[in-house]
T-cell receptor, first 112, second 117 residues
Framework: DVKVTQSSRYLVKRTGEKVFLECVQD?????MFWYRQDPGLGLRLIYF???????EKGDIPEGYSVSREKKERFSLILESASTNQTSMYLC???????????FGPGTRLTVL | AQKITQTQPGMFVQEKEAVTLDCTYD???????LFWYKQPSSGEMIFLIY??????QNATEGRYSLNFQKARKSANLVISASQLGDSAMYFC??????????????FGTGTRLTIIP
């Protein structure tokens, strides 16, 4: 079974802090994705990566950056957290770009 | 403009009845795919079913089937014989190409389904 893990289930940070969200998959998938989920808005794509060191902006990349130094790990970085980045963050991976995506359990981030 | 539209924010259905969750999409691509995911209260996203734009038959997976009407750009999820465990949030998503030619998913806003005993 594919396993996608995220470093924390719950995270509380202060405004202005630098925040790292980590995602690891164990099935040698090429593609990894970061979404945020907000009530009434569904899932929105922040960034995705289709190969090591390769990335592409999603629909809402402002205020975020990403890093993929190894195939199994995809990090989401909030350079200076703001209260409007309080959300549920979901990581996903897929073998090929047109395959179904497998999701991690999510990180609920609160920025105070 | 919304690319994936789910018009039912919430639905209540009696146990054992069939339920249809609506999804309409907007794309000018010839090649695309539609996915349905389930998100129980525990939060994990579970893949349910997939339909490719060139697939001639409607996709089925156990109690799940996808009513794909290409001309109407709709891809409704049908759950037969609903169970209490089907209570969850359901998301429709479309695979489409990004500006750089990579594939990505665009999700709808979801439908919260509640099964009543």
């Amino acid at each position: 079974d594919v396993k996608v893990t995220q470093s924390s289930r719950y995270l509380v940070k202060r405004t202005g802090e630098k925040v790292f969200l980590e995602c690891v998959q164990d099935m040698d998938h090429e593609n990894m994705f970061w979404y945020r989920q907000d009530p009434g808005l569904g899932l929105r794509l922040i960034y995705f990566s289709y190969d090591v060191k390769m990335k592409e902006k999603g629909d809402i990349p402002e205020g975020y950056s990403v890093s993929r130094e190894k195939k199994e790990r995809f990090s989401l970085i909030l350079e200076s957290a703001s209260t409007n980045q309080t959300s549920m963050y979901l990581c996903a991976s897929s073998l090929y770009q047109d395959n179904e995506q497998f999701f991690g359990p999510g990180t609920r981030l609160t920025v105070l | 403009a919304q690319k994936i539209t789910q018009t039912q924010p919430g639905m209540f259905v009696q146990e054992k009845e069939a339920v249809t969750l609506d999804c309409t999409y907007d794309t000018s691509d010839q090649s695309y795919g539609l996915f349905w995911y389930k998100q129980p209260s525990s939060g994990e996203m579970i893949f349910l079913i997939y339909q490719g734009s060139y697939d001639e038959q409607n996709a089925t997976e156990g109690r799940y089937s996808l009513n794909f009407q290409k001309a109407r750009k709709s891809a409704n999820l049908v759950i037969s014989a609903s169970q209490l465990g089907d209570s969850a949030m359901y998301f429709c998503a479309m695979r489409e190409r990004s500006n750089f030619g990579n594939e990505k998913l665009t999700f709808g806003t979801g439908t919260r389904l509640t099964i009543i005993p």
